[in-house]
């Protein structure tokens, strides 16, 4: 699965469950966009700013992610048909 900003590939954190994880009411999976904290080369960080309308901070380290200010740290979740949701599971 992949960020709907960034693109990049997303990383599974958990599992949520409905009640009791021994019931095994099992909802849908956590994800975490690995570019929430910044980007790991200035290259990915730059061709990712050249895609976006944000101004041109000086430092490259400075650039993240959208996932980051519209969710919650960056997280995804899927539902029970699979389908991928932007923000954290209530």
């Known amino acids: 699965?992949?960020?709907?900003?960034?693109?990049?590939?997303?990383?599974?954190e958990d599992t949520y469950f409905l009640g009791p994880v021994s019931n095994g009411n099992k909802l849908g999976e956590i994800y975490r966009c690995p570019n929430h904290e910044g980007f790991a080369t200035e290259e990915e960080a730059r061709e990712y700013q050249s895609g976006t309308n944000d101004g041109q901070p000086e430092d490259w380290e400075e650039i993240v992610c959208l996932s980051a200010v519209y969710n919650v740290s960056g997280t995804f979740y899927t539902d029970l048909q699979g389908n991928l949701h932007e923000g954290y599971p209530c």
């Open 1 to 12: 699965m992949q960020c709907s900003h960034c693109q990049a590939e997303l990383v599974y």
